[in-house]
């Protein structure tokens, strides 16, 4: 079993920046990916951006040039790092360890006002 800890979400005005962190405990040698989803007020989960061990790493294309993922696989962490965030980021962000039937973290909230 993987446990996994996010940290540094918040409220945060349009256009700011937020990062969030995240830590993995328990069998991280079962661990091949890690990443972060988010799930927005009636709305369903999805993928944000992921980091297969290696090099793989795959983000949403809308915010490419907004979201930034960086995974240490020695200290199994991942962090995410939000630029010029707008109203429409406002969701709960999840840590994720292998898969959608992998991991989870308990989710940070990130609130952008307008």
């Known amino acids: 079993q993987v446990q996994l800890v996010e940290s540094g979400g918040g409220l945060v005005q349009t256009g700011g920046s937020l990062t969030l962190f995240c830590a993995a405990s328990?069998?991280?040698?079962?661990?091949?990916?890690m990443g972060w989803y988010r799930q927005a007020p009636g709305k369903e989960r999805e993928v944000v951006a992921v980091?297969?061990?290696?090099?793989?790493?795959w983000t949403v294309e809308a915010l490419k040039d907004r979201f930034t993922i960086v995974r240490d696989e020695v200290q199994n962490t991942v962090s995410l790092s939000m630029n010029n965030l707008n109203p429409d980021d406002t969701a709960v962000y999840y840590c994720?360890?292998?898969?959608?039937?992998?991991?989870w973290g308990q989710g940070t909230q990130v609130t952008v006002s307008s």
């Open positions: 328990g069998r991280t040698s079962t661990i091949f990916s």
């Open positions: 994720n360890a292998n898969g959608r039937s992998g991991s």
């Open positions: 980091k297969v061990n290696g090099r793989v790493e």
